[in-house]
């Protein structure tokens, strides 16, 4: 009852309803709008070596026709391999002993592709990171041996950049990563994955630590005083006390990792935003400039809607 009262009272008061809205919806609408006001105003008084800062209509111009090739890419790759059915079917129907040939199309990645394929490697070198983070943090804060051990490793490695992890994992992944026939990733993929995880799985592992040794010892002497198994006072006492903190770990940890993902991208050549905006910059044609800034928008709409996802499946799973 005194939920219901609490959710009805806002609808009883117009006033405090126009507010609500006005905060909510009405204030980020004007933000915005002052921010592309100011931003058509100084572009186009800025020249670079690719022409004048675009506006919000070239960028946006741009990022509707990388959609539409997108799509004209996709009909492409239909209309090949109905072709390549029906050259198929003709040659069996002259020839009942005709071994049909496949081939696989080799059009080019269009920025929905590019798009595709970070989410991909972001999402593998998460998961890794989580994998390692969460029950090494586990370990840290349940056995203070293990903590004092890893955590000169933890604040030595945790500031390192992007930049330094990418060469030794080139070089690693390159002499480990050998295959006869056809690879199942690519190194490109594997050498961005693991620079992500390397880089994202330390907020991870300090909040999970944090987590498990914020538990309220009441409980943990409980479990000792039943001489409940470790495994089952980890599974029943410990982790659902410390969810709220190991998901905004891996809330932070996905961030960064998003972060870090362009310029690993970049310097690896993973055929995802970070070489995008890369081949862009190097292209130096007249649309480069608004290409690059629709990958900015783009980049950073994704990390916010990533943010909000784990944030949502925090509420759902550990909610406070």
């Known amino acids: ?117 970070s989410l991909k490697t972001v999402f593998t070198g998460f998961l890794l990171a989580t994998l390692v983070a969460v029950p090494l943090g586990i370990l840290a804060g349940t056995s203070k041996w293990v903590q004092a051990a890893i955590n000169p490793m933890v604040q030595l490695f945790r500031p390192v950049s992007p930049l330094a992890w990418l060469p030794i994992v080139t070089l690693i992944v390159s002499a480990v990563y050998v295959t006869n026939g056809e690879p199942m990733f690519e190194k490109s993929f594997l050498i961005s994955a693991i620079t992500v995880t390397l880089c994202s799985l330390w907020t991870t592992l300090i909040n999970t630590a944090i987590g498990v040794t914020s538990v309220d010892k009441d409980l943990v002497n409980v479990g000792k005083v039943l001489q409940l198994p470790l495994a089952t006072r980890v599974r029943k006492i410990i982790l659902p006390s410390a969810l709220p903190f190991i998901f905004t770990g891996m809330r932070l940890s996905l961030g960064v990792g998003w972060m870090v993902l362009i310029a690993a991208e970049m310097l690896a050549q993973n055929p995802g935003l970070g070489k995008f905006v890369w081949d862009e910059f190097q292209n130096g044609s007249a649309e480069s400039l608004s290409r690059i800034m629709v990958a900015v928008f783009t980049i950073g709409g994704i990390g916010f809607a990533l943010d909000r996802l784990m944030q949502m499946l925090q509420n759902l799973v550990a909610p406070r």
């Open 1 to 117: 009852m005194e939920l219901a009262a609490k959710l009805i009272a806002p609808l009883r008061d117009p006033r405090e309803l126009a507010r609500k809205a006005l905060m909510s919806l009405g204030v980020p609408l004007v933000a915005f709008a002052v921010f592309l006001l100011l931003w058509s105003t100084v572009a186009a008084r800025i020249q670079t070596s690719l022409g004048a800062v675009p506006g919000p209509m070239a960028v946006a111009q741009q990022a509707v026709a990388l959609v539409q090739d997108h799509f004209a890419e996709r009909e492409r790759e239909r209309a090949f391999y109905e072709r390549q059915d029906k050259r198929n079917a003709e040659r069996l129907a002259e020839d009942p002993n005709y071994q049909p040939r496949h081939f696989q199309w080799t059009g080019k990645r269009t920025y929905l592709d590019q798009i595709a394929t």
